[in-house]
């Protein structure tokens, strides 16, 4: 038996019921703490955290940096950014945050944000208007510098607290302008032409699309675009199938033009819709590009790395990231202000183009391993519209 019993004289190893008092919490340091064992004024501390606006020796600057690190001293940043009037944060609202093209914008903007000495807070509004409502007061509520959005909700309309706090704003995933908003976009309706044109120079003349609910407008000008390309080269409209913008969202829209139409190719609106289509034609026997060639919007890493690999309007996001935060420091216009990047054409395998073209950071077409095989698609329900 471990321990002593009471009245036996041996010492106790259990526990009395009244618990140890808890240690007292260390007192913060303060910035006269790290003054008086620096040997210096509190102001000259200031200099040294805030970098300014007096110089300080090295010397000097030295012997407050050790001060600070032997007392733990924290500087306030709150408070140093209060009186800056400036949080040095900004605030970005993705719609999709699994979709691999945010995933990349948000890559882009983290480091954009980087260079300028900002840090970016990041939520996902999961496509839901309340939710962003949500998440918009609470960023507001921190007091962030700027607020990025990608959903079309934002596009409608602003939050009370966003209105009354004055934070400037941008849609960053904004096809065309809107009145009185700053907007950033690529150029879609110019891709879809583009992509639409270059099947056609395949000798394609069945090309469908597969397009989502709500994207970038009504009509999308995706569809625009790739209604225009058709008429242009004298070609009737094509089938259209409107799905999830997700990859179940493809796989069940390619199932749809396969039941329902004759295709000899499809045109997707998004990549990850793309990466769905090549499965679904895959495990219908159909071969791409031989049967049915298959085009993207977006150009992500997801497109180089499916087979075959995608044909796609690749966006400029490194340039469309920096447009953006460049964005938050114009002015309101009554009007809006927006700008428009364009695509550019990466052809690889799934549209007939044997040989791609140079893409960065690709040495040679890529093909999946022996005995490698994709997994069963999801399903979602598509309606044709011819």
Known sequence: MSGGVPGSGEPSTRRSRRSDPEP???????????????GVSSAVVSYVVNDGPRPVAAETRARVLQAMDQLGYVPNASARNLRRGSTQTLGLVVADSQNPFFGQYTFELVKAAERQGKQLLIADSREDAAREADIVDNLVAQQVDGLLFTSAFAR????????LAGIPTVLIDCPGPVVGRRTVGSDAGGAAEMLVRHLVEHGRTRIGLVIGHRGFGDP????????????SAGLPDGPIVR??????GGFAGAQALLESADVDA?????DIQGVGALLALQQRGVRVPDDVAVVSFDGTEESRF?????????????????????????????AGTHVSLPTDLVRRRSCGCGVAEPDPGVAAELQLPDGEHAGDGGSASAAVAT
């Open 24 to 38: 007292a919490p260390r007192a913060l340091a303060t910035r006269v703490d790290v003054a008086r064992l620096a």
């Open 156 to 163: 409608v309309d602003r939050s009370r607290s966003l209105r």
């Open 220 to 231: 999308d000008p995706r569809e625009h675009g790739w209604r225009l390309a058709l008429r």
């Open 243 to 248: 799905v999830p913008f997700t990859r179940e």
């Open 266 to 270: 499809i045109f997707a609106s998004n």
């Open 306 to 334: 499916c087979w075959p690999p995608l044909t796609a309007a690749r966006q400029r996001i490194p340039d469309l990231a920096a447009t953006a935060l460049e964005l938050l420091g114009t002015p309101d216009t009554e």
